[in-house]
């Protein structure tokens, strides 16, 4: 395992949690279960961002296109969404796991909205990891929206004004951003607030992304020299 430097650790970790599908094409199991493993592999996920001192974890859970897919898989997906709160938020409220869901949500059931606004109502106080849960999100709703918004204010459009409009306010930008499952594409994750994140890809379907993994994400983006459009020599002398 490689050598982590704990001050190094990136405070906001998101991730693209793809394979999940393949993961369960591979054992003659339809893509639910692959999905139903994928819920498994997130709860590891989060105790071991906990365990490491990551203060935000954001998950890709359900995109804006992910609709398009077999009304099965949909409806098998809404389904496990409802089984996970039931299943993981007891965890997650006993490990200090502040929950919010990051999306259109109204275009969920009123009982699936119920559902998702106590689960993060019963996580409120805690204030070890925050995890965001992105369902049937899609960066450019995001930016849209933000853009909705601020237009109504009467506001002036300006970054900073978006910024605080956009869905993720509550937390800073992404450190790291880890698609697992072996694509080299965002699939309209996070547009705005990866201006700055280091990617790393991993071919490891999500179901197999285990605490090693995330070590070695970890580990890669500790030797990265993040220069936000600076020089190296300005960046390691520390001159401004
Ligand atoms: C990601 O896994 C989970 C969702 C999109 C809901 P996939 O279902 O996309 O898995 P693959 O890419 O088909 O293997
Ligand atoms: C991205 O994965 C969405 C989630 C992981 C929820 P997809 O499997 O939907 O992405 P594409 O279609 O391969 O780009
Ligand atoms: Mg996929």
Known sequence: MAKLETKAVPQHIAVVMDGNGRWATKRFLPRVAGH????????????????????VLTVFAFSSENWNRPQ?????????????????VPRMKANGVRLHFIGDLKRLSTKMQTG????????????????????????RWDIAQA???????????????????????????PDLLIRTGGELRISNFL?????????????????????????????????????????SEQITSKVA
């Open 36 to 55: 139903k493993q994928g819920v498994t592999s997130l709860s590891r996920c989060v105790q071991a961002c906990i365990d490491r001192g990551v203060a």
């Open 72 to 88: 099965e898989e949909v409806s098998g997906l809404m389904e496990l969404l409802v089984l996970s709160l039931a299943g993981e």
């Open 116 to 139: 998702l606004a106590n689960a993060e109502a019963s996580t409120a106080d805690n204030t070890r990891l925050i995890l965001n849960v992105c369902f049937n999100y899609g960066g």
């Open 147 to 173: 853009a909705q918004k601020v237009a109504s204010s009467g506001q002036p459009i300006t970054e900073m004004a978006l910024d605080r409009a956009m869905a993720l306010a509550h937390v800073p930008d």
């Open 191 to 231: 547009l705005w607030q990866t201006a700055y994140t280091e990617f790393h890809f991993s071919d490891k379907l999500w179901p197999d992304f285990d605490a090693a993994a995330l070590d070695e994400a970890i580990a890669v983006f500790c030797n990265r020299e993040r220069r936000f459009g600076k020089t």
